[in-house]
Nanobody
Framework: QAPLVESGGGSVQAGGSLRLSCVASGYLGCLAWFRQAPGKERTGVAGIDSVGQTQYVDFVKGRFTISRDNAKNTLHLQMNSLEHEDTAMYYC?????????????????????WGQGTQVTVSS
């Protein structure tokens, strides 16, 4: 199975935008973005199932948008109105097989494939 490969991280000022991407070749199931800030636990940010249903954690609703391009095997996270508190390592996660429903999308143990992460730093 090909690894998950994230890209698009970087440094931006508060109020700015970034678009994260994750190449997820062969992963037909649920996809999600998690993040981990220094000294904190990894938490779910946004997830999407095989048919495009999405789930977001409250503190990114209205600012972040998750999407998947099945033709290009790519997951995206458009992040707008970034805040200093969004600073973290962002990880792509996936399930291999087709999955439906949003109930477990932000649960870490639901996923068995993870990328190496891409760093997002937001300066205030």
């Amino acid at each position: 199975q090909a690894p998950l490969v994230e890209s698009g991280g970087g440094s931006v000022q508060a109020g700015g935008s970034l678009r994260l991407s994750c190449v997820a070749s062969g992963y037909l199931g649920c996809l999600a973005w998690f993040r981990q800030a220094p000294g904190k636990e990894r938490t779910g940010v946004a997830g999407i199932d095989s048919v495009g249903q999405t789930q977001y954690v409250d503190f990114v609703k209205g600012r972040f948008t998750i999407s998947r391009d099945n033709a290009k095997n790519t997951l995206h996270l458009q992040m707008n109105s970034l805040e200093h508190e969004d600073t973290a390592m962002y990880y792509c996660a996936a399930t291999r097989h087709r999955c439906l429903g949003v109930g477990a999308l932000l649960t870490q143990t639901f996923y068995n494939h993870w990328g190496q992460g891409t760093q997002v730093t937001v300066s205030s």
